[in-house]
């Protein structure tokens, strides 16, 4: 399972979960974590709440920190936040929350576009002492930048560097696209000259970014001129890029 999941193998996932329910197969809780897993894989949600309640309710095992996220993730990639969060929630007191968990929650209600509850587990991990990476503040940053709320967004890119975690591409692309959502442009391009003042190299997603938001403000000039850099770069123009400029 391990090795089907790494390599994204979903013919042969499906294979070993159709064999699964016959076999005389009794598994422990890493085990029961991988089977979650890879049915997350293959977004089959419902049989991942099957097996979390035959191992849970049946076998009454209680999960680790790894197949709790594991649990989290399939709910979340079902688009089933609430559910997550509700699992998180009765499970808190009795499995170690790491960071982890929180990014993975946090990052649901980002892309649910709820960063007011992408802030509470915020606060709650402050309050439980439980330390941020730079995914979770990434992911905190994007529920933001995603809903244009930029002051709350740059304030919390000033405490990330302050808590000694990097902002990466992805961090300064969230940021990028919050200023074009609000169309502001010279914010955008001011986020995207600090990301290559610290060394930061862009990508076809932050150019992207840069030229949908030119194009949405009706900014044909300045999209010429992002279009210019992205050449100078040369970053590789996909698909989507010459949808956007045509």
Known sequence: LDACIFRQ????????????????????????????KSCAVLQLTGRCQELWRDMVLNRGFTPSEVCLGCMIDALIEGRLVEE??????????????????????IKGFASAGDP???????????????CMNSIAFTSLIDAHARNGLMTRAEALLAEMTADGCDPNRVTYSSLIRGHCVRGDLSGALGCFQRML??????????????????????????????????????????????????
């Not at 997550?84 to 929650?105: D, M, R």
Request: overall charge negative.
């Open 84 to 105: 997550a969060l509700a699992l998180f929630q009765e499970w808190k007191t009795k499995v170690t929350c790491n960071t982890i968990l929180y990014s993975t929650l």
């Open 116 to 130: 007011d509850r992408a802030m509470a587990l915020y606060q709650d991990m402050r309050s439980n002492g439980v």
């Open 197 to 246: 003042d610290v060394g930061i190299l862009a990508d076809e997603v932050t150019f992207n970014t840069l030229l949908h938001g030119c194009v949405r403000a009706n900014s044909f000039e300045l999209a010429d001129e992002v279009w210019e850099k992205m050449r100078a770069q040369r970053v590789e123009p996909s698909d989507y890029t010459w949808s956007i400029l045509i």
């Open 9 to 36: 193998d979903k013919h042969r996932l499906a294979r070993i979960l159709d064999a699964y329910p016959s076999s005389q197969l009794e598994p422990g809780v890493r085990t029961y974590g991988l089977l979650i």
